[in-house]
């Protein structure tokens, strides 16, 4: 069972993070967000304590992969909500960093405590227990040390007991955090990245000394042919080349991961595309104005709520259309918008990506249905509301639910959405549209798990760690991406069958990113040596074993997307027979 949130009572919503996180504090209309600090900072704020307590935008990035702040406390005012969060912390994470000074005198005193002492070891901290806050800008590390004795979660509280001197009140910050422990196996242990950087260094010198004796060899042998030769009598004798057998190693992240050596090619059965740079920015805005101007309707007709995303020069709104028959009732909708800041080119390439899947119907799509490009007006894409929004949030989100929610997502609801993703691409390959960018931040779900694919527009800026400048001038998905689209700008079916094996990877990890130690101007290299992204902890075999065959060297050996659906779901009604 895979953690993660689908109850209506206590499951976080997953834009309820980005809504702590992002908006300049405090928000508009948000007074329920900004408590004094009880009665000692409210009674000492005639002094200016001006305490702050957060999490960097570096950590918050390491930690869960949103790009901002996270702020405990800010000049005085505590935020509940981002302490009531039981941050999950990835298992290869060992340490927290956290942010903190005050403006005057500000004593504390700090304490740990862990629900299994078995599993780790009581966290140690690079400052004192107790003292006085700095006045200046500081960062204070929490190490986190797993015993390698058990196989278990790990809930650690931090206490941090705060006093102003003026009044000596006492108020207590807690700080909650999960991590997995794994029970250190000697003999099986996983290699750790020096180690496994040791074996190859091993691997390529003896390489070097193998490849230095055949040369020594080969010289030798035409060494001593050429001396038969001068010392035949025969005019009419002749040299014989030395044929070698050729011989190829490859080096394996998984035993079981494919590797075919053969040329990359794009002769898969699929339609291919070949890529050119700087395409959809060849397309003027007027041109693409001229495209949707048949489903375009006016801005009076739209109301904008609430900001579900942000990004530095879009934004995504949860807003309402008027119906046009029917002007008494109203549409939920998404509504993706472009801010002042954005450039003509950034409002060309919006109105372009969005009508990638325009005109399609099938249930696991979600194409536009209007825009709004008035005169004076910032241009605008309506697409159906989905009310449980982006998939990489949700998934992301379901991380940061309390463990003992009674209605964790399962490995089975998991494996439905990834049966809809290939059912919503197979429709896609029938008609021939290649996706290019399939990924769980181009997805969405409601409340009854039902997903849709839709297209990228946006996606660059508001999931900028996803996408890499490879001296093209060009942000692409690198992490997601085929090696012949890497390396060729070649797209096809197959290279959208690539991307879902990555995104069925994202849904079993909940969200984490793929590649994520991998420099991405290393990532063709490293694709073409055989290295693939290792199995999940909570998937089973059967399962990695589909992704591995999506991540194929030659699009021949990928499967189509039909075969795909037909596999995952004699898994899903597998699964069903042991619940």
């Not at 207590?172 to 242990?189: E, G, H, Q, T």
Request: proline share 5%; glycine share 4%.
């Amino acid at each position: 069972m895979v953690r993660g949130g689908r109850g209506h009572g206590s499951f976080l919503r997953p834009f309820l993070l980005l809504a702590l996180v992002l908006p300049p504090w405090p928000p508009a209309g948000a007074e329920t967000l900004r408590e004094p600090l009880e009665a000692t900072l409210a009674a000492a704020a005639a002094i200016g304590p001006g305490l702050s307590v957060y999490m960097s935008q570096e950590e918050v990035r390491r930690l869960i992969g949103i790009d901002a702040e996270l702020y405990y406390v800010r000049n005085d005012l505590i935020n509940h909500y981002a302490l009531s969060f039981n941050l999950l912390v990835p298992v290869e994470t060992n340490n927290l960093h956290f942010s903190w000074h005050a403006k005057a005198k500000i004593e504390y005193k700090l304490g740990f405590q862990v629900d299994n002492l078995l599993a780790m070891d009581m966290p140690q901290a690079n400052i004192s227990d107790q003292g006085e806050v700095p006045r200046t800008l500081s960062v204070f590390r929490v190490e986190l040390s797993c015993t390698g004795r058990l196989d278990t979660e790990v809930t650690v509280l931090m206490q941090l007991n705060m006093t102003v001197n003026a009044s000596k009140n006492i108020t207590v910050l807690n700080f909650k955090r999960r991590k997995m422990c794994y029970k250190i196996d000697p003999v099986n242990a996983a290699p750790t990245t020096s180690t496994r950087v040791f074996y190859i260094s091993v691997g390529v010198c003896c390489a070097v000394i193998f490849l230095i004796a055949i040369i020594l060899a080969v010289l030798h042998l035409q060494s001593m042919k050429r001396i038969e030769l001068e010392d035949s009598i025969s005019d009419n004798s002749s040299s014989q080349g030395l044929s070698q057998p050729s011989t190829q190693t490859t080096q394996y992240l998984r035993a079981d991961t494919p590797n075919n050596a053969t040329p990359i090619t794009s002769s898969s059965g699929y339609p291919t595309l070949r890529i050119e740079k700087n395409d959809l920015k060849s397309v003027t805005l007027m041109e693409a104005k001229a495209k949707v101007k048949d489903i375009a309707i006016s801005r009076e007709r739209i109301t904008l709520k609430d900001v579900l995303q942000e990004g530095t020069f879009g934004r995504i709104f949860h807003g309402t259309l008027i119906e046009e028959k029917d002007p008494s009732k109203e549409k939920q909708m998404f509504v993706k918008t472009v801010k002042d800041q954005a450039s003509e080119v950034q409002v060309t390439m919006m109105l372009t990506e969005s009508c990638k899947l325009r005109g399609l119907h099938h249930r696991n799509l979600l194409p536009i249905t209007h825009v709004c490009i008035e005169e004076g007006e910032k241009p605008m894409v309506l697409l159906p509301y989905m009310n449980w929004g982006n998939l990489k949030l949700f998934l992301r989100q379901c991380k940061l639910v309390e463990a003992n929610n009674p209605q964790a997502i399962s490995q089975q609801d998991l494996v439905h959405m990834a049966i809809q993703i290939a059912c919503g691409m197979s429709y896609l390959a029938r008609r021939e549209v290649i996706h290019k960018d399939l990924a769980a931040r181009n997805c969405v779900i409601d409340d009854a798990l039902q997903v849709k694919i839709t297209d990228n527009a946006l996606s660059r800026d508001l999931f900028p760690m996803d996408y890499h400048c490879l001296g093209d001038n060009e942000n692409r998905p690198v992490r997601w991406m085929a090696l012949e689209s890497l390396v060729n700008n070649e797209f096809s079916g197959a290279s959208d069958v690539w991307s879902f094996g990555v995104t069925l990877w994202e849904l079993m990890t909940l969200g984490q990113t793929p590649y994520v130690d991998i420099d991405p101007f290393e990532m063709a290299a490293y694709l073409k040596d055989g290295y693939r992204i290792a199995q999940p902890i909570n998937c089973p075999d059967e399962l990695f074993a589909v992704m591995a065959c999506c991540w194929a060297l030659d699009p021949e050996e990928r499967p189509k997307f039909q075969q795909l659906v037909q596999c995952l779901t004699e898994f899903h009604a597998a699964l069903g027979a042991y619940v």
